[in-house]
């Protein structure tokens, strides 16, 4: 299997398999990421499109000096808060990954109870919680896509789940 790396300078040269190849590697999180963004699928899967639309057509823009998922996401990332800017604040459907990671912190099962506890949190808190637990991007990676330092990252984890666990009772 090749590296992302190699695949965009392959893509550079113009092979649509490799674009096929990343496309398949990444839509699926990126979608997932877009949902978290969006109140319709539909809306979501623009999203998703258009975020490697702009990879495509943009490829030249991409160095290699960062890892590539951070790169991709952090497009994804700013067409999300476009597109957020359009409506109110997003209601979050599909649950079911960061279910699983906040139940392994939280113990939490309920869906709206997560739902509840995320949408307590700041924007800023919420977003980072989302890239670490739901798409699991390291601190390093979610600072990228942030646009913050990996301590700014950190924190706003941190942070998110002290929250969440006070409001839930759970304080440790």
Not at 139 to 160: D, Y
């Amino acid at each position: 299997m090749l590296s992302d790396d190699k695949l965009i300078e392959q893509i550079k040269c113009g092979d649509k398999q490799a674009a096929e190849e990343l496309i398949t590697r990444y839509y699926a999180s990126i979608l997932r990421y877009c949902r978290w963004h969006c109140s319709s699928a539909e809306k979501a899967e623009d999203l998703a499109q258009e975020t490697f639309y702009k990879l495509f057509r943009n490829i030249s823009g991409y160095k290699g000096k960062r890892k590539f998922k951070a790169y991709l996401y952090t497009i994804a990332n700013r067409l999300c808060i476009d597109e957020s800017r359009k409506k109110p604040l997003y209601s979050i459907e599909d649950e079911e990954i960061i279910i699983d990671e906040c139940d392994e912190i939280l113990r939490l099962e309920d869906k709206e109870e997560i739902n509840y506890l995320l949408s307590i949190l700041s924007p800023e808190q919420r977003e980072a919680i989302i890239l670490r637990f739901g798409e699991q991007l390291e601190f390093h990676e979610i600072a990228r896509v942030m646009g913050c330092n990996m301590r700014t990252a950190q924190s706003r984890v941190r942070n998110g789940l002290k929250i969440m666990r006070k409001e839930h009772g759970n304080e440790r």
